[in-house]
């Protein structure tokens, strides 16, 4: 643990610019996956799209995505056929990998052995799907681990700004990470 944050640090302030750009920027920014269409992933030339679980498609530990993402999955594999999207989080649980095996066989989950924002996830997708870093896009909920690792990589990204949560279930957890976010956008922001 003690590695990785030392390494997301060191890492931050070398591309401190680039993340600065991704705290202000709206153009850099979404507000859920779900405003996320096929047509601007088209016009980005976008070839494959990679998205974290935890604040992206549900809330922190939810087993499986909101309703709401479900749906928007379901059109986005439609409307993005031929191209392939990814799961990348730090919690690859079984229940998680179950689900989308069963209900969405063609979304590849990866796992990597370091976790974000170590990059190594990003560079088994380049790998695995032959692609330039441009032609990929990844949507993640924190500066300091997907969006840092992605520009490490010059991969897309976007800034989720309205991460999913759910204070009744697991009212700690959420706030420390929204604790997080905040102090990830500051720090972001002033340096």
């Known amino acids: ?7 997301a640090l060191k890492t931050a302030w070398h591309y401190k610019a680039r993340l600065k750009s991704y705290a202000l920027n709206p153009k850099l920014q979404l507000a859920k996956v779900t405003d996320l269409s096929s047509a601007a992933l088209r016009a ?11 604040g992206v498609l549900a809330s922190h530990a939810e087993p499986i995505p909101r309703p709401e993402v479900i749906e928007w999955l379901k059109a986005l594999l439609q409307e993005f ?13 079984q229940v998680r990998q179950a689900y989308f095996s069963q209900n969405f066989p063609e979304i590849v989950f ?29 949507v993640d909920d924190r500066l300091t681990t997907g ?5 490490s990589c010059n991969i897309q990204a ?19 990470f929204i604790y997080l976010r905040w102090l990830e956008r500051v720090a972001c922001k002033i340096i």
């Not at 643990?1 to 390494?7: G, V």
């Not at 980005?44 to 935890?54: E, R």
């Not at 309205?162 to 697991?170: E, L």
Request: hydrophobic share 45%; net charge positive.
């Open 44 to 54: 980005q030339n976008v070839q494959a799209l990679i998205l974290d679980f935890d």
């Open 147 to 151: 969006i840092l690792a992605a520009i």
């Open 81 to 93: 056929a031929g191209h392939t999207v990814y799961i990348w989080t730090n919690k690859p649980t």
């Open 1 to 7: 643990m003690l590695s990785r944050i030392c390494y």
């Open 158 to 176: 976007y800034l989720l700004t309205k991460p999913y949560i759910n204070f009744w279930a697991r009212p700690c957890t959420e706030l420390w």
């Open 110 to 138: 990866v796992m990597a052995k370091r976790k974000k924002p170590y990059p190594d996830a990003l560079q088994q997708i380049l790998q695995h799907s032959g692609l330039m870093p441009a032609q990929l896009l990844l």
